[in-house]
């Protein structure tokens, strides 16, 4: 698994440049928050429909209730969420981790998969980790 | 629209022939495909991976087709038929967990690993500890949705073709039949899988998930136009002939619910809590769809898969809700319970119900009656086929190649030795099925999402995103949350001491809840914190290697 032409210390010296600190904060500082949020939200449904069954079968439009447009809502924020991420995936993530992989060269994001070559060459030597 | 009783009439004759000449065709077409996969075949990348030649498209179509399970399809269907709105809370979960997946998994994973989930895990740690463990908890995981799919075919293919006890069926009797349904789903399912590796069985997989979510479509429309598109007719149509009136529509007939005894509420609640917890933590630690994300060329492809699949997944969950609904509304729920008590044939009996209704009464009924029973029978194949990979693939790749062989194993004979443990995994899986047939399994996959969200989602997630994290970390979440998972459920009561569980004449549990993932997620999750800092062992080059590597995909197989 590991990558011939990369030595250790490229990839140290890649972890701590300036690009490599943007791309990880830009990363965390969206999927964590947004994980929080979906998990909260989501909780928030689970938690009403198990305490709160009055508001959650107040009527709303005939026979349409809170509880069945609170799940639908949960189906239009999973979908948004989705979509907002990919757009912010390849606007704010791509980029920088195109120019990284670039700058280290050889097989990159865009690249092609692996030549059949790298492919035939067995794992990783199993204990070469530690 | 009258009751219709599916065994009894139609069934018998042309739909039954009919189910079964569609069904063949399924097999014809996907083991077609299969062969020709095979020739295709001829790399390790090739059989793990599918040569990672799959476009977004259908790799979402993929992952939709290993997801939707006959669980979904039939199970949830069943559910909003006979308990309403709780049904719905079960696809919720199910879909919203396709986010962890997205924001938190899937590309990392494809960008860092290779073949199989261990691969990620072992990347910066001791490898062979690490991943006899990632290979225990896939086989288990895998095994458990393996049985429950394949007892719930030997059941509903009786159901389907309405064999019922005291007929017979082809010379056998309802006994036989179920056992021939099991070892020919098995024999079939190897047969992908050995024959078509993840190729063959990825393609399967799109057949299976367009068949499924055509046949939900037409039926969604039907009902839908039954009632001129308006929903809350349907809803009202559905409450009233439920025979459970306006709190149909509401939550609390299935999960939580409310009983004189304040402790058995309590209970009850708490248990649709941890439901809902691991339902949305399980899927971004399931074996088979984790290996679904390297079928693509880059992780971007794979981020793309992802979408769709989200898109697919949600659409369907959708469908069932009409379908549920319908079933409720137009077969009503006395019909669907005289059939089969959980429910599980409301689909089938609604398409029955639908085909008479527009298509020129009891032929048309059965033309569709066979056409969904066809599509569910595929539905099942199909994720037994991607289960069956998945723990193969981990068998050969992680603990052949990496621990008995200490990386030293070839690739043809990496692959030869996949090949032989699908055929054993297969064969394991239809004696177990057969011994289980009479038990009620129906809470092996809620178990199985409950180890994939206490074992293998702390263990994928610390290995991703906590530099500290090490390889006795790893080993204590892994083996910590499944033990958790599994014992907390060997002592509730769905294996005892209820009377619908799996032992119901015998009492040795003490844990209340039947689902463990409220105590045994969070469970997993210290035990991987607490197993790193006890051990001295960092390695922040290899750390350096797999953080680079995972967010920029430089280096990316």
Not at chain 2, 109 to 135: C, E, H, I, K, W
Not at chain 2, 224 to 247: I, T
Not at chain 2, 373 to 399: C, E, N, R, W, Y
Not at chain 2, 452 to 460: H, R, Y
Request: aromatic fraction near 12%; proline fraction near 3%.
């Amino acid at each position: 698994m590991t990558t011939e032409a990369t030595s250790t210390d490229r990839y140290l010296e890649v972890q701590r440049s300036e690009d490599f600190a943007r791309l990880r904060r830009k990363l965390r500082n969206f999927v964590f928050p947004m994980t929080v949020a979906f998990f909260l939200w989501y909780a928030l449904y689970v938690l009403l429909s198990a305490y709160a069954r009055g508001f959650m079968s107040v009527k709303l439009v005939g026979n349409i209730n809170v509880a069945l447009l609170f799940g639908l809502l949960q189906f239009v924020t999973t979908f948004l969420i989705a979509w907002y991420y990919s757009r912010y995936a390849a606007r704010e993530l791509d980029p920088i981790a195109d120019k990284i992989g670039n700058e280290l060269g050889a097989a990159t994001t865009t690249a092609t998969p692996a030549a059949p070559a790298a492919e035939a060459t067995t794992t990783t030597d199993p204990e070469a980790a530690k | 629209m009258q009751s219709h009783f599916l065994a009894a009439e139609a069934s018998t004759s042309t739909s039954r022939t009919l189910t079964i000449t569609l069904f063949l065709v399924f097999v014809a077409i996907t083991l077609a495909l299969t062969i020709w996969a095979s020739r295709q075949t001829k790399t390790a990348t090739d059989f793990y991976a599918g040569g990672r030649q799959f476009s977004g498209f259908q790799n979402g179509m993929a992952i939709g087709g290993d997801y939707m399970s006959a669980a979904s399809f039939l199970g949830i269907a069943g559910l909003i038929a006979l308990y309403g709105y709780d049904g719905f809370l079960y696809s919720i979960g199910f879909l919203v967990a396709w986010l962890v997946a997205l924001l938190l998994v899937a590309e990392l994973l494809r960008n860092s690993g290779r073949y199989t989930m261990a691969d990620v895990l072992a990347f910066r740690m001791r490898q062979r500890p690490v991943r006899t463990a990632a290979s225990v908890s896939t086989i288990v995981v895998s095994i458990f949705y393996l049985i429950a799919q394949m007892v719930g075919a030997g059941a509903l293919v009786s159901l389907l073709l309405g064999i019922r006890p005291g007929t017979t069926f082809l010379g056998m009797d309802a006994d036989t039949a179920k056992i021939a349904t099991i070892i020919l789903v098995g024999a079939l399912m190897i047969v992908y899988v050995v024959v078509g590796g993840m190729k063959g069985t990825t393609y399967v997989q799109i057949v299976k998930a367009f068949l499924l979510m055509s046949g939900a479509l037409i039926m969604t429309v039907l009902v839908l136009a039954h009632y001129k598109f308006n929903l809350s007719s349907l809803l009202g149509d559905a409450a009233e002939r439920s025979g459970k009136g306006a709190a149909f529509l509401e939550p609390g007939l299935r999960y939580g619910v409310e009983t004189a005894s304040a402790s058995a509420t309590f209970y009850s609640k708490m248990d649709l809590l941890s439901l809902g917890i691991a339902l949305v933590l399980g899927t971004a630690g399931l074996p088979h769809i984790l290996t679904r994300f390297y079928t693509v060329p880059t992780s971007r492809v794979a981020r793309k898969s992802v979408l769709w699949a989200i898109g697919i997944i949600g659409t369907f969950y959708l469908f069932t809700l009409a379908l549920g609904f319908g079933a409720a509304a137009l077969v009503g729920g006395p019909a669907i319970t005289a059939q089969d008590k959980a429910g599980n044939t409301a689909a089938p009996q609604l398409a029955q119900a639908l085909g008479i209704d527009y298509f020129g009464g009891e032929t048309g009924g059965a033309v569709m009656l066979a056409i969904i029973a066809a599509v569910a029978f595929a539905t099942i194949l199909a994720v037994v086929a991607g289960l069956t990979l998945a723990s193969s693939s981990s068998v050969a790749h992680d603990f052949y190649a990496s621990v008995i062989k200490r990386g030293q194993a070839g690739e043809r004979e990496e692959v030869r030795v996949a090949r032989i443990s699908a055929f054993v995994i297969g064969a394991v899986a239809i004696v177990l099925s057969i011994f289980a047939q009479s038990l009620n399994v129906a809470f092996l996959v809620a178990l199985a999402f409950a180890v994939a969200a206490s074992a293998n989602l702390p263990a994928i997630l610390y290995s991703l995103f906590w530099k500290r994290f090490n390889t006795a970390g790893a080993l204590w979440s892994i083996y910590g949350g499944l033990a958790a998972a599994v014992i907390l459920v060997f002592f509730s009561p769905v294996v005892s001491g209820s009377a619908t569980a799996m032992f119901p004449d015998s009492d040795w549990h003490w844990f209340p809840l039947s689902n463990p993932g409220i105590i045994s997620i969070p469970f997993g999750f210290l035990c991987g914190w607490i197993g790193t800092v006890i051990s001295k062992e960092t390695d922040a080059d290899k750390y350096a290697e797999l953080e680079v590597r995972s967010l920029t995909g430089h280096g990316a197989h």
